[in-house]
């Protein structure tokens, strides 16, 4: 058998490994010669990477694991978390542990449909990675949720962890007075990360020699604080992570010494249009900040969608954003009183962007911050876990057509029974949903979007908490979970195996 055959089979026995479900059939002898459509399968693997929550003392911390039971899954599986090695780092340098032990997990992963809960106090709460097989893996998500009630970056900071990649946007970012941004980057693997990391304020790049080839070791979590990388103060920043080999977590902590903080995950790949979904009816001040990537300008069309329809904020009808430059600009109180998403669009040509608003809630010296990044639609199903009877807010946009959506609460994480609600949302609009509450609720519970029919549509969970008299909260947007794969069918040919 020649080298080329070999090859062929080789990877034919990689794609089904892959899949767990990948069939040699026999060819269709009907004569019709259409392709047959891929099927959906459960994925068999998933990895989550959770940065470390804080570093006050003061910080209690929340998680929330959950997995939605996913029809066709296989019927055995494992799912665990465990600690991993924290790294004090300038600018990536002096490992405070090179090789650290894994830790035990403040949670164990329940079965799918029931949530897990667990806690931690303080500032030692360490990142955690984790992996869910079989059964477990299909649209599995981890909750973190930190209150902090005094001193840099108090308030609510949310996260639901993070899938690793190997290239992030964060459009957003600050090294700017009162501000403290660090990003983390947790490798979850068992070999070393290598990554480049990347700087971009109003005039362009920042000279940042410090960024590039930065090893992150196996099992382990590196916080870098923004300013370590560069000497310039900038209001506005977009941060780009590019991992060379390997993969990582990545999620940019922002805390400001008097606007709270909280986390800014990675924002959904440059587009030419982009929605931000989710901003709190009561938001006082809403930042829009854009990056172009290319080598072109970019003119966007803003629009809020709101619960009666979209409508253009009064001053701010358009951004320009010239290429390599971050591009911001002040909404105001766009969503005055109502539910809101931002919808961009091009004015004329097509130029991919990515783009994030900071959000605030309250007034004066009480009020909190919160970051919504553009994020993708959801293709087939969401979930968001860590959610109790109160203070959760659910948000839907449908930025196209109309469509008809299904939203589960499951099981409490001590008790309660599902329960399950369709709603319709109007093309062009934001909804802020009357959030199902599982029945006999005893505990968190976690919250499923499915849609149904109609045009594509994306969400955002709010999550509130009162701190005397600061209104502290953190959304977290809800893109697709990927709990499912395209595999395509494949049929024997057995002249592969001529010479």
């Known amino acids: 058998m020649n080298r080329t055959t070999l090859s062929l089979i080789a990877a034919a026995a990689a794609l089904a490994a892959v899949t767990g479900a990948a069939t040699l059939t026999a060819?269709?002898?009907?004569?019709?010669?259409?392709?047959?459509?891929?099927?959906?399968?459960?994925?068999?693997?998933?990895?989550?990477?959770?940065?470390a929550p804080s570093a006050s003392d003061l910080a209690e911390t929340a998680y929330a694991s959950f997995t939605p039971v996913t029809e066709g899954a296989a019927k055995e599986g494992t799912a665990e978390l465990r600690t991993a090695a924290r790294q004090t780092t300038d600018a990536g340098k002096d490992a405070e542990e090179k090789n650290g032990k894994a830790g035990k997990a403040p949670l164990k992963p329940a079965e799918p449909g029931k949530p897990a809960t667990g806690e931690a106090s303080g500032a030692d709460a360490p990142a955690l990675v984790g992996t869910a097989e079989g059964r477990y893996a299909p649209g599995w998500t981890v909750q973190q949720t930190t209150e902090v009630t005094a001193g840099t970056g108090r308030g609510?900071?949310?996260?639901?962890?993070?899938?690793?990649?190997?290239?992030?946007?964060?459009?957003?970012?600050?090294?700017?007075?009162?501000?403290?941004?660090?990003?983390?980057?947790?490798n979850p693997d068992d070999s070393a990360a290598v990554v480049d990391?990347?700087?971009?304020?109003?005039?362009?790049?920042?000279?940042?020699?410090?960024?590039?080839?930065?090893?992150?070791?196996?099992?382990?979590?590196?916080?870098?604080?923004?300013?370590?990388?560069?000497?310039?103060?900038?209001?506005?920043?977009?941060?780009?992570?590019?991992?060379?080999?390997?993969?990582?977590?990545?999620?940019?902590?922002?805390?400001?010494?008097?606007?709270?903080?909280?986390?800014?995950?990675?924002?959904?790949?440059?587009?030419?249009?982009?929605?931000?979904?989710?901003?709190?009816?009561?938001?006082?001040?809403?930042?829009?900040?854009?990056?172009?990537?290319?080598?072109?300008?970019?003119?966007?069309?803003?629009?809020?969608?709101?619960?009666?329809?979209?409508?253009?904020?009064?001053?701010?009808?358009?951004?320009?954003?010239?290429?390599?430059?971050?591009?911001?600009?002040?909404?105001?109180?766009?969503?005055?009183?109502?539910?809101?998403?931002?919808?961009?669009?091009?004015?004329?040509?097509s130029v991919p962007v990515v783009a994030a608003v900071r959000v605030l809630r309250g007034k004066g010296s009480a009020r909190e911050t919160a970051f919504i990044p553009a994020t993708r639609a959801i293709e087939t199903r969401a979930s968001a876990a860590g959610n109790d009877e109160k203070?959760?807010?659910?948000?839907?946009?449908?930025?196209?057509?109309?469509?008809?959506?299904?939203?589960?609460?499951?099981?409490?994480?001590?008790?309660?029974?599902?329960?399950?609600?369709?709603?319709?949302?109007?093309?062009?609009?934001?909804?802020?949903?009357?959030?199902?509450?599982?029945?006999?609720l005893k505990g968190m519970y976690a919250l499923t979007v499915e849609p149904l029919s109609g045009g594509p549509v994306h969400a955002a969970r709010t999550l509130t908490a009162q701190q005397d008299d600061v209104p502290a909260f953190t959304v977290q947007t809800l893109p697709d979970d990927r709990g499912t794969v395209s595999v395509p069918e494949t049929e024997e040919d057995l002249s592969v195996l001529q010479e």
Not at 247 to 271: C, E, H, I, N, S
Not at 292 to 317: M, V, Y
Not at 410 to 433: F, L
Request: aromatic share 4%; charged share 20%; glycine share 12%.
């Open 197 to 349: 990391i990347e700087l971009y304020g109003e005039q362009g790049p920042l000279e940042s020699a410090v960024g590039e080839g930065m090893t992150v070791p196996p099992h382990s979590t590196e916080p870098i604080l923004l300013s370590t990388l560069t000497a310039e103060r900038q209001t506005d920043l977009t941060v780009h992570v590019t991992v060379r080999s390997g993969r990582l977590g990545a999620a940019v902590q922002a805390l400001d010494d008097k606007l709270g903080g909280d986390w800014l995950t990675a924002a959904a790949d440059p587009a030419d249009s982009l929605v931000l979904p989710g901003i709190p009816a009561d938001a006082t001040e809403v930042r829009l900040v854009a990056f172009s990537p290319g080598d072109t300008d970019a003119d966007l069309r803003i629009r809020l969608a709101s619960p009666t329809g979209g409508f253009t904020p009064a001053g701010n009808e358009t951004l320009h954003v010239k290429p390599g430059m971050t591009t911001a600009v002040d909404l105001g109180d766009v969503t005055r009183g109502e539910a809101g998403s931002l919808v961009l669009t091009p004015t004329d040509r």
């Open 27 to 51: 060819p269709d002898t009907s004569g019709t010669g259409t392709a047959r459509a891929a099927a959906r399968l459960p994925v068999e693997r998933t990895s989550l990477a959770c940065p």
């Open 391 to 440: 203070g959760t807010t659910l948000s839907l946009t449908a930025p196209g057509e109309a469509a008809k959506v299904k939203v589960t609460a499951s099981a409490g994480s001590e008790g309660g029974t599902p329960v399950s609600r369709t709603y319709t949302i109007k093309a062009g609009t934001t909804q802020n949903v009357e959030v199902p509450v599982p029945s006999g």
């Open 156 to 186: 609510l900071q949310g996260i639901g962890c993070t899938t690793p990649d190997t290239e992030f946007w964060f459009p957003g970012a600050s090294t700017g007075q009162g501000r403290t941004d660090y990003l983390h980057l947790t």
